[in-house]
């Protein structure tokens, strides 16, 4: 763990996380800005919780043997999933989300919850099944879906990212000399401006136009900066310099 990473005690409180402490079914962690925590499980799963994420262990039972039940709901925040392989084809590996529920098997994927609760999966190993409202799909490596509110999930497509200076914004953002089409779901974190750097995770519409799911600022352009060099021609309360300004 980094930063701060609080655990939900019985009375409703949050108090810091000790660095390699027991969890337990029914527990419920948070971790802070700035903060991240890694979830190492018995049979060798391991998740990855990002700044600002909210998740509840619903149910735990990661033998190295047997059936392996890892229950995880996943309030907010961002989630990095790398599960191990079960050859017991009742072993379970979901994380339930405000909308949507991802299952995996043995494989390695991402799980992002918006403040919009849209919820968004990234499958880089394996497959995961996402299901929500009695609709389920198939995402594969290098694929995306998002889900939202009491929406089916969209029908997977290839996962897109990048990073670079924006020179346009509106219903399309230039990104690195890139264009990618925002929608009404897309979630921009930071508040970024022309010319600041920024992040951006989207994936291909079928006619190949790239859209925006996430965009986050990374860091603000440099600001205008002067430079005075020259000679001292006298030193006193006032001072005077020959001097040649720089921008």
């Not at 098997?105 to 497959?127: N, Q």
């Not at 979630?187 to 989207?202: A, F, H, K, Y």
Request: aromatic share 4%; hydrophobic share 40%; net charge negative.
């Amino acid at each position: 763990r980094s930063g701060l990473v609080e655990l939900q005690t019985d009375g409703g409180r949050w108090t810091p996380i000790a660095r390699g402490q027991a969890l337990f079914a029914g527990q419920h962690l948070r971790t802070q800005n700035l903060s991240s925590a890694e979830l190492i499980f018995y049979d060798g799963s391991r998740t990855q919780l990002g700044p600002m994420t909210e998740v509840v262990i619903e149910e735990l039972n990661a033998q190295t043997s047997g059936p392996r039940t890892i229950l995880l709901a996943q309030l907010s925040g961002s989630t990095d999933h790398q599960v191990a392989s079960s050859n017991d084809p009742a072993s379970r590996y979901e994380v339930h989300t405000p909308n949507g529920d991802s299952k995996a098997k043995g494989t390695r994927f991402h799980v992002a919850v918006s403040p919009a609760l849209i919820t968004r999966v990234d499958v880089d190993e394996g497959i995961v099944i996402v299901v929500n409202v009695n609709v389920t799909v198939q995402v594969a490596p290098g694929q995306v879906t998002t889900v939202g509110p009491g929406a089916p999930p969209t029908a997977p497509a290839f996962h897109v990212s990048g990073e670079g200076v924006v020179t346009q914004m509106g219903a399309v953002w230039r990104i690195g000399g890139l264009d990618f089409h925002t929608t009404d779901t897309t979630v921009i974190v930071g508040n970024p401006q022309l010319g600041d750097r920024v992040s951006v995770d989207g994936h291909l519409a079928p006619d190949g136009t790239r859209i925006a799911d996430v965009i986050v600022l990374v860091s603000h352009a440099s600001l205008n900066r002067f430079e005075f060099s020259g000679p001292v021609e006298a030193i006193g309360k006032i001072g005077r310099a020959a001097c040649r300004e720089r921008v």
